[in-house]
Nanobody
């Protein structure tokens, strides 16, 4: 089992920045997803804990950065240049093995989600 605790969501203005954190009970492959009302859960970014390889959705590439802190067992998602379409509930996810990090069904463990709202 892996327990995930997210934090850092909130309200931000268009063009602003926000950082999300996810503390994991142990180190596995980690990903961030988001889900807006009426839409499917969408892959945002993923990171392999040991090597540190990163993966991004095209919609956030260049604006979002995923990183990890081994000492804290924490994965971060730094979000810059936020747009209204980034508004969603953001979820941290983890799994021991992930063949394709872009698919939600690859992940066994999920956090509770944190709301991010981008508004003018």
């Amino acid at each position: 089992q892996v327990q995930l605790v997210e934090s850092g969501g909130g309200l931000v203005q268009i063009g602003g920045s926000l950082s999300l954190s996810c503390v994991a009970s142990r180190r596995t492959f980690m990903g961030w997803f988001r889900q807006a009302p009426g839409k499917e859960r969408e892959f945002i970014a993923g990171i392999s804990w040991v090597v540190g390889n990163t993966y991004y959705a095209d919609s956030v590439k260049g604006r979002f950065t995923i990183s990890r802190d081994g000492a804290k067992n924490t994965v971060y998602l730094r979000m810059n240049s936020l747009k209204p379409e980034d508004t969603a509930v953001y979820y941290c996810a983890a799994s021991e093995t992930v063949a394709n990090p872009r698919f939600a069904n690859q992940y066994k463990y999920w956090g509770q989600g944190t709301q991010v709202t981008v508004s003018s």
